[in-house]
């Protein structure tokens, strides 16, 4: 399903990366792929960003960390992004871009396709939960500081409100139903993909009020589970991210019904 591949310098010798090009409901998308050496089928990584635009761009030495872990990692950066076709709508028609990554993230070689799991952070928490909801064939999803209700974001996010009544198409009030079906805390019924949500209580950003509320609508019929943390805000400190990075990805291993391997690339 990939349209195009082309060699990207890796900073990690053990890992190949690749800016590739696939379709999306007829659009070419672009995204980051990075694939470990290894003798076998690694687990897949579907990586969503957050942000829109320049804002919240996939960044190398991330997909490059995610991927030292033993997973092969795919990461659109969404249509109208980085030369690809078509305009963002903040997790409007654009969650195809993710259900075709997912798709193309299983069909390669490299990755074992009973391994699946999927990754969203801020805005790409409610992408990863309908990519989720789509292909509940997946092992394991991660929201990390991720957007349930997109209204409740539209009324924390002054700054954002122009964006999103462009983006989504007016206010909450005159377009409730666009914001409703970008919002995972209508849908929780339907998902059958055990999940955690990782979240700063002082997130300023992303209130931890978008996690208690998932958790809330899903408890106690699925399988939820979270770490919160007082004393962070939407972005953590650098150490601290890459031990909670390394913690979350081996819970996904555990999730594969496999004892995880504890030494990264």
Known sequence: MITHAQRFPSPHPQITLFKVSYKSEGLTIKGLLAIPEHQR???????LRGGIKKVGMVRIPRIIQLASQGFVVMAPFYRGNEGGEGRED????D????????????????VNREQLHIFGFSRGGPMAFFTALRFPEARSVVIWGGVSDMALTYEERVDLRKMMKRVIGGTPAKNPEAYRLRSPVYFCEGLDVP?????GCRDENVSLQHSLMLKECLEPNKRVETWFYPQYTHHFPPQENRK???AF?????????????????
């Not at 969650?95 to 490299?110: I, Q």
């Not at 999940?195 to 979240?199: Q, R």
């Not at 990805?249 to 690339?265: A, H, I, R, V, Y």
């Open 41 to 47: 089928p690694l687990p897949g990584f579907l990586y």
């Open 90 to 93: 903040f997790c409007g028609a």
């Open 95 to 110: 969650r195809y871009d993710a259900f075709h990554a997912f798709e193309m993230l299983r069909s390669l070689p490299s």
């Open 195 to 199: 999940l955690l949500l990782i979240h």
């Open 244 to 246: 909670i990075t390394f």
């Open 249 to 265: 990805c081996e819970w996904m291993k555990t999730q594969n019904g496999e004892k995880p391997d504890l030494s990264p690339l």
